[in-house]
């Protein structure tokens, strides 16, 4: 595949879902403990998930058949390297678009990551380090899809009480 010529991080080693999820707890405890304000706590979630994003992308790129083209594509791409990972692929995608901007939800109830927490604070997301792996993922893609500018946040998370987890792309048109 071409595209991966221009990626120069070392081979990821394959991870899997349980390995993620200490992770992702180990995180939150320890930022939790850290941090009392709950944009610090939520931003250091998903800066960890950036970093993590670099790591895997390299075992995300080798086991999917194809990268996403175009935006419509991403979220489908998104939810195979879900699948990948995790063994569960998203319940519903909801894809909104104006003139300027494109809108994807990915949502999921029984959401891997956080499965069994239930975090005694409404306003900590606790899987925003996935979003933050989505994010970087999505950045590196941007000039390949023609999009200027990709964020993605958790923005609903069944450990805070929500129905579901939801994880938000709000992407810019060029
Ligand atoms: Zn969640």
């Known amino acids: 595949m071409a595209i991966r010529g221009i990626f120069s991080w070392p081979e990821a080693e394959k991870v899997n879902a349980q390995l993620f ?21 939520n931003e250091a979630l998903h800066k ?7 790591m895997l992308f390299v075992t995300y790129l080798d086991q999917l058949s194809t990268i996403a ?8 791409m998104n939810n195979m390297g879900f699948k990948f990972f995790f063994g569960k692929t998203f319940d ?25 927490i239930v975090l005694p604070r409404r306003d900590v997301f606790f899987c925003e380090p ?14 390949y899809m023609g999009v200027k500018s990709i964020r993605c946040r958790e923005t609903r998370c069944r450990a805070r009480g929500d129905k579901f987890c939801e994880f938000s792309f709000f992407i810019e048109k060029l």
């Open 21 to 41: 999820r200490a992770t992702v707890h180990a995180f939150v405890a320890h930022i939790l403990e850290k941090h009392k304000n709950p944009d610090d706590i």
């Open 130 to 143: 996935m979003a933050g792996v989505f994010e970087w993922i999505g950045e590196q893609l941007a000039d």
């Open 69 to 76: 083209r175009d935006v419509k594509e991403l979220s489908g």
């Open 92 to 116: 519903e995608i909801i894809l909104e678009e104006s003139d300027t901007n494109i809108t994807i939800k990915l949502r999921i109830e029984d959401c891997p990551i956080c499965r069994d």
């Open 48 to 54: 960890i998930g950036r970093n993590m994003g670099k």
